[in-house]
């Protein structure tokens, strides 16, 4: 059979082309992954952040329907403290994240909660802070020297997508930042789009879903900049991504390519 000359070359195109293709979207540069590398001047804020950036104060968690509020109130008389708390106070023991939640009180759509012998009170739209003086008020009716402990029990937030460590995680003070909280799910992947990161925070009218950009330092003067109880956090793949989880195909169709002009080159040469 006659060689035809190039022919090995002809045939090694498509092998060169598929590679080529892998190494270019599988490639990620160091611009892709730096955090707050530029400023600008959004339409939304009409801010130009240069040096003389405007601080930001975060605002306070504001109650919402089906939120759980732990409450104890002690008193001098421990059967009064007994009287007015779902949970015992000999009950024993540190309070835990569990417990709290067993007997906490929650929200209900209306925005009322029930304490025993106290009735209905509503905190719907309420801080902690205003919900404590509006139970300090209401407790001066039934007893003096009370001390009322209030907090809210599903203080988490969940990081899903592009980041090392996807899940659900507590919130331990009362003021964090976009970038705490992606540091508690091992910071961001190298397939995360730093200029498409996503936050859905609930409000009395529904979830508001925020779209904002990591790489530019106007986040550092955004409302969103500071994390609330119960937002989510989604880090959006990059382009690249989709082919980087299919690899182990593309492994595949490049072996079989592989395979096949191994075999016709052998046929060829007969």
Same mark, same amino acid.
């Given at each position: 059979?006659?060689?035809?000359?190039?022919?090995?070359?002809?045939?090694?195109?498509?092998?060169?082309?598929?590679?080529?293709?892998?190494?270019?979207? +599988?490639?990620?540069?160091?611009?892709?992954?730096?955090?707050?590398?530029?400023?600008?001047?959004?339409?939304?804020?009409?801010?130009?952040?240069?040096?003389?950036?405007?601080?930001?104060?975060?605002? /306070?968690?504001?109650?919402?329907?089906?939120?759980?509020?732990?409450?104890?109130?002690?008193?001098?008389?421990?059967?009064?403290?007994?009287?007015?708390?779902?949970?015992?106070?000999?009950?024993?023991?540190?309070?835990?994240?569990?417990?709290?939640?067993?007997?906490?009180? +929650?929200?209900?759509?209306?925005?009322?909660?029930?304490?025993?012998?106290?009735?209905?009170?509503?905190?719907?739209?309420?801080?902690?802070?205003?919900?404590?003086?509006?139970?300090?008020?209401?407790?001066?009716?039934? $007893?003096?020297? /009370?001390?009322?402990?209030?907090?809210?029990?599903?203080?988490?937030?969940?990081?899903?997508?592009?980041?090392?460590?996807?899940?659900?995680?507590?919130?331990?003070?009362?003021?964090?930042?976009?970038?705490?909280?992606?540091?508690?799910?091992?910071? @961001?992947?190298?397939?995360?789009?730093?200029?498409?990161?996503?936050?859905?925070?609930?409000?009395?009218?529904?979830?508001?879903?925020?779209?904002? +950009?990591?790489?530019?330092?106007?986040?550092?003067?955004?409302?969103?900049?500071?994390? @609330?109880?119960?937002?989510?956090?989604?880090? $959006?793949?990059?382009?690249?991504?989709?082919?980087?989880?299919?690899?182990?195909?593309? +492994?595949?169709?490049?072996?079989?390519?592989?395979?096949?002009?191994?075999?016709?080159?052998?046929?060829?040469?007969?």
């Amino acid at each position: 059979m006659l060689k035809l000359p190039g022919m090995k070359k002809r045939s090694a195109i498509p092998f060169i082309i598929v590679l080529l293709m892998i190494l270019l979207t +599988s490639c990620v540069s160091r611009k892709k992954l730096t955090y707050l590398q530029f400023n600008d001047k959004t339409p939304e804020s009409g801010l130009s952040l240069g040096e003389n950036r405007p601080s930001v104060t975060p605002s /306070a968690y504001k109650i919402l329907p089906y939120d759980n509020l732990y409450i104890r109130v002690i008193t001098p008389d421990p059967q009064w403290s007994d009287l007015f708390n779902s949970m015992p106070i000999g009950a024993g023991g540190s309070v835990t994240q569990e417990s709290a939640g067993l007997f906490g009180y +929650s929200v209900d759509d209306k925005g009322n909660i029930e304490i025993p012998f106290v009735g209905k009170v509503e905190v719907g739209g309420l801080t902690l802070s205003e919900i404590k003086t509006k139970l300090d008020l209401i407790f001066t009716n039934y $007893v003096t020297d /009370a001390a009322i402990t209030i907090r809210l029990v599903n203080n988490f937030i969940s990081v899903l997508g592009e980041v090392n460590a996807p899940g659900r995680y507590p919130l331990t003070k009362d003021r964090i930042n976009v970038f705490e909280a992606l540091s508690l799910a091992g910071d @961001m992947s190298a397939f995360s789009d730093r200029q498409k990161v996503q936050l859905i925070r609930p409000s009395p009218y529904g979830p508001v879903i925020k779209e904002f +950009s990591l790489a530019d330092r106007s986040i550092l003067s955004s409302e969103y900049y500071y994390i @609330m109880p119960n937002d989510i956090i989604y880090a $959006v793949p990059m382009q690249g991504r989709s082919f980087e989880l299919n690899a182990t195909f593309w +492994s595949l169709v490049l072996s079989t390519i592989t395979s096949t002009l191994g075999v016709l080159a052998f046929f060829r040469t007969l």
